[in-house]
Structure formats: C-alpha cells, structure tokens
C-alpha cells in the first residue's frame, strides 16, 4: 500500500503537524510568522537532503554492479600474460561448440 509514496510525502505530513502546532498555540502573528518560515526552511532543507542521499545509493548501487561485472568477466591468463595459458572453458561453451 506505502510502497509508490515518495518520500516527500511523510516529510510533508511532519512539517503540516508542526505548522498546524504553531497555528493551534502559538497567537503572536510575529512569531507565528517566523516559526512557519523556519518550518518551510527545515521542509526544504529535508527534501533536498533525502533527494541527494536517494541519488546517492543509485549511483553506488549502479557502480557496484558494473564492477561485480568487470570482476566477473577478467581473464587472469591475459592480465598476467601466462605463455601457453587461457581461460577455461565453461561446459556451456563446450556443449555448444
């Protein structure tokens, strides 16, 4: 059911509960003002935070795959230059040939 909501949305609901706090106790239009202002900073400030660390773990999570893959597919007879040494081959291969 919560899996599709994106986190802006739970920062959201907290920042409305604390703005509607202020609204409920708070009865200086001054201080009203600048807590709603402080409030809006911290809204911002939240979701661009969680917006790089998402863009963050993608990036790590991509490269690491590529890696795992690089690892996967490295010949040591050719890296080390072995004369008369190759790879084996899986029987997979062999089967098809």
Known sequence: MFYNVSPDFYIDQVQNAKK???????????IKTALNGFIDGQTAYTKSAVKVANEIGTRLTEET????????????????????????????TEAAE
Do not use: R
Request: glycine letters at 6%.
């Open 20 to 30: 509607t706090v202020v609204s409920t106790f708070v009865q200086h239009d001054g």
């Open 65 to 92: 795959v590529n890696a795992i893959n690089e690892a996967t597919n490295f010949d040591l007879a050719k890296f080390f230059k072995v004369p008369g040494a190759t790879a084996k081959k899986s029987a997979k």
